[in-house]
């Protein structure tokens, strides 16, 4: 099993800046992949980036590639989405979640287990 749990959501003005942490716990292991995910409310659940846990990959969401980045912190069991440039469009309810294998997955079937989500909305 592995619990995650998502911080750092808030309320902001476009052109702004927010960072989103995954704190992981339980069985963690170095061959997971991380991945965040968004939802908009009557939206189904979209990829936004991925990371293996080696950090030896990443994978973007066209639509934030550029603006977003994601990186995590394997002493900390801790992954981060540094959200730059933020639009209206941007707003959800974001997740993050570990996929128990190796290659980076952009489908949200792929992944086991997923944290409660932190809400993001940006206002115009």
């Known amino acids: 099993q592995v619990q995650l749990v998502e911080s750092g959501g808030g309320l902001v003005q476009a052109g702004a800046s927010l960072t989103l942490s995954c704190a992981a716990s339980?069985?963690?292991?170095?061959?997971?992949?991380l991945g965040w995910f968004r939802q908009a409310p009557g939206q189904e659940r979209e990829f936004v980036a991925s990371?293996?846990?080696?950090?030896?990959?990443?994978l973007y969401a066209d639509s934030v590639k550029g603006r977003f980045t994601i990186s995590r912190d394997s002493a900390k069991n801790t992954a981060y989405l540094q959200m730059n440039s933020l639009k209206p469009e941007d707003t959800a309810v974001y997740y993050c979640?570990?996929?128990?294998?190796?290659?980076?997955?952009?489908?949200?079937?792929?992944?086991?287990?997923w944290g409660q989500g932190t809400q993001v909305t940006v206002s115009s």
């Open positions: 339980g069985r963690t292991s170095s061959s997971y992949v």
């Open positions: 990371i293996a846990w080696t950090g030896r990959g990443t």
């Open positions: 979640a570990v996929r128990t294998a190796r290659v980076i997955s952009r489908m949200p079937i792929d992944y086991d287990y």
